[in-house]
């Protein structure tokens, strides 16, 4: 167990809708990073968060948006959903910033499926 | 854009063999690489973690080596075991571009 905590574990969604999905950092943490897995592919950085500002961004879309709060919990917010948007969304947590010697500590994640 | 890849992409081996994984990336200006276990459906766990400074590190069976300047990393795995079966995958970066994984399965 890695302390890290996503809800919701699944969700099912129609095109066009809107989902927010939700990250609890491991204790000390102030930096949370998303990710999106597709099946059966590595994953693919999405952003983080550090102090509550984003701190680097992947190349996704602004419909890709997130927040981090004053405890360092984050939500992922993706608008307008796309089929494509269909897959295995991991957060991570870490300290300083995700600075260049530390390790990533990754939730379960949340499975997307987007009908 | 650093480009990470991993192979093989699948593995199957008996209980007991020795083995290894390769890793590499495209740009050898790296802070750190890691390597990651994944269980199906699951999230990753850290298995080691190679600073730029470093050659390689050590967890028990498991030992990750680096050379920057040809952009690879191996996992050797010693006395592979059941438990061992999982996706293993390779990261650069606090970024962490992924590779796509290599799928290990060990046979009692």
């Known amino acids: 167990e890695t302390g890290v905590t996503q809800s919701p574990t699944h969700l099912i969604k129609t095109r066009g809708q809107q989902v927010t999905l939700r990250c609890s950092s491991q204790?000390?943490?102030?930096?949370v990073s998303w990710y999106q897995q597709a099946l059966g592919q590595g994953p693919q950085f999405i952003f983080q968060?550090?102090?509550?500002?984003?701190?680097g961004r992947g190349n996704f879309p602004p419909r890709f948006s997130g927040l981090q709060f004053p405890n360092y919990s984050s939500e992922l917010n993706v608008n307008a959903l796309e089929l494509d948007d269909s897959a295995l969304y991991l957060c991570?947590?870490?300290?300083?910033?995700?600075?260049?010697?530390?390790?990533?500590?990754f939730g379960s994640g949340t499975q997307l499926s987007v009908l | 854009k650093q480009e990470v890849t991993q192979i093989p992409a699948a593995l199957s081996v008996p209980e007991g063999e020795n083995l290894v994984l390769n890793c590499s990336f495209t740009d050898s200006a790296i802070y750190n690489l890691q390597w990651f276990r994944q269980d199906p459906g699951k999230g990753l766990t850290s298995l080691l973690l190679i600073q730029s400074s470093q050659r390689e590190q050590t967890s028990g069976r498991l030992n990750a080596s680096l050379d920057k300047s040809s952009g690879r990393s191996t996992l050797y795995i010693a006395a592979s075991q059941p438990g061992d079966s999982a996706t293993y995958l390779c990261a650069v970066d606090n970024d962490m571009r992924f590779g796509a994984g290599t799928r290990l399965t060990v046979k009692p």
């Open positions: 991570a947590s870490s300290l300083a910033g995700g600075t260049a010697n530390e390790k990533l500590f």
């Open positions: 968060y550090y102090r509550e500002e984003e701190n």
């Open positions: 204790s000390g943490h102030n930096t």
